[in-house]
């Protein structure tokens, strides 16, 4: 199950529920943990964006230690690791806290 956190952005607790989440449209998923330095640096900006892009691309937060299935079946091996999908596929993914600019220039780029 998933829980709003802000304006076009979610939280996701469930497998389930990530599957569904992914599979239609324009979705960035931030793999974090709350222990993570450079996640906390990174969760702020991944706040704006889903505003900035409310409508277009949705986005979404998962706990790698909440979620270790979801992060073993991504392969995500440090964190914290941005996956973007469109229409249940992989499009784009990076590890490490990018600024803002460089991740709209992804964004813009893969959708």
């Known amino acids: ?13 469930d497998g389930k529920e990530f599957n569904s989440l992914i599979k239609e449209g324009k ?5 974090y943990a709350d222990w993570c330095g450079p996640c906390k640096f990174l969760s702020p900006i991944i706040e704006k964006l889903a505003g ?3 409508g277009t691309v949705k986005f979404a937060k998962v706990d790698v230690d909440g979620q270790q299935e979801l992060a073993q079946r991504f392969q995500v091996m440090s ?33």
Not at 1 to 13: A, D, S
């Open 52 to 54: 900035d892009y409310d």
């Open 1 to 13: 199950m998933y829980f709003m956190t802000g304006k076009n952005l979610v939280n996701v607790n």
């Open 79 to 111: 964190i914290p690791t941005v996956i973007f999908f469109k229409d249940g596929q992989q499009v784009e993914r990076f590890s490490g806290a990018l600024p803002e600019d460089e991740i709209k220039e992804k964004i813009d780029e893969s959708f």
């Open 27 to 31: 979705v960035v998923v931030d793999f």
